[in-house]
């Protein structure tokens, strides 16, 4: 390939991100405007509440946090709660080691900020289906999925610090998150060894659920991973 | 919240740190040395390992019905969990997932 076609297909693989990505502007509206909301009916100061959304940047972490500050938990418990919710990215990043791990350092790292369920989850799906990606094209594809993302996250959590209490319960923006995650996972039940990690998945989360939080769900990914893998090797020597 | 704005700032930037680390953790460290293929094949799995365990609870339990569980929920969660089946496309299982979630709020609430 020379250099000019090389460069064609990088920033193809940048926009075809952007398209991928967009579909999640109407999931990350609701969830960051309600991150905005919880937190200054909390009592966090804008600053607090932007300071959450842009260095953490993490829903679902951001969320436990605010929720055990609530509750007036000692501090160290604040940030086990919400670091034990991150562990599973510690999953996602070592799943991207194969796809970009011959990344320049400054894109790992970049990678790496912006590494979250809905950037990971569109990416390495497309990396599975088209392993003749460059590492090039798979970073900008990666950059490409959180360009339309990221500003909203960031944006509509200043919204809803302004919106306050403005937005009624009725709308019921807490179950559009669920939604996505289950419109996200149906695609990728495509062999029995994914489905039946799948089912081990949500078995042993149910069954730990009184564990501390996150905690319960890194089992059950442990466990579903060794049962997806098992299931493929069973069925690779059989056939 | 009985927290002093230096502790407020102080979970903050620990959670920002501590949040990159774990996320950059195994991208940086590892980079482009090969990893074993058992080690790569058990990764493979990994979304369909960590999100099907994270939303059982949520559809279950709902934390916006006081924990107890909810018809419309569920039927909004078993509906977008076919049509993604079915158009193996996310954007439609968002889109009539959260179709089916209000369709079910508005009949509810005239009923």
Request: charge should be neutral; proline fraction near 6%; aromatic fraction near 10%.
């Amino acid at each position: 390939m020379t250099t000019s076609t090389a460069k064609v297909a990088t920033r193809r693989a940048y926009f075809d991100g952007i398209r991928d990505g967009l579909p999640f502007v109407f999931v990350v509206i609701p969830f960051s405007t309600l991150f905005g909301v919880v937190a200054t009916d909390a009592g966090l100061t804008l600053a607090q509440a932007m300071g959450f959304t842009v260095l953490v940047i993490a829903g679902a972490a951001q969320f436990a946090a605010l929720q055990m500050m609530m509750e007036d938990a000692a501090f160290a418990l604040v940030l086990l709660a919400a670091l034990a919710v991150n562990l599973r990215m510690a999953m996602y990043s070592a799943s991207l080691v194969p796809y970009l791990g011959a990344a320049p350092m400054w894109q790992r790292a970049l990678v790496a900020y912006l590494n979250f369920d809905q950037t990971y989850l569109t990416s390495v799906t497309r990396y599975e289906a088209r392993p003749e990606m460059s590492v090039r094209e798979r970073v900008q594809y990666f950059l490409g999925v959180a360009t339309p993302i990221t500003p909203f996250w960031y944006v509509m959590t200043l919204v809803g610090i302004y919106a306050g209490t403005a937005i009624p319960d009725a709308w019921a923006l807490d179950f559009i998150l669920p939604i996505t995650f289950l419109a996200m996972v149906a695609p990728m039940l495509k062999s029995p060894a994914h489905i039946a990690a799948a089912a081990v998945s949500i078995i042993v989360a149910l069954l730990l659920i009184g564990l501390p939080s996150g905690t319960g769900l890194l089992i059950a990914a442990f466990a579903a991973m060794i049962t997806g893998a098992a299931v493929e090797t069973w069925l690779e020597n059989r056939a | 919240m009985s927290y002093t704005t230096t502790e407020i700032w102080l979970i903050i930037a620990i959670l920002a740190v501590g949040t990159f680390l774990i996320r950059f953790s195994f991208l940086g460290l590892i980079g482009d040395r090969p990893m074993p293929p058992l080690v790569l094949r058990l990764l493979r799995f990994t979304p369909v390992a960590v999100l099907p365990g994270m939303v059982a609870p949520l559809v279950l339990w709902p934390a916006a019905t006081g924990g107890q569980p909810d018809p419309v929920r569920l039927i909004a969660a078993v509906a977008t969990l076919a049509i993604g089946l079915w158009s193996r496309n996310v954007l439609w299982g968002i889109i009539g997932g959260a179709f089916v979630l209000y369709a079910g709020l508005g009949i509810t609430a005239l009923l």
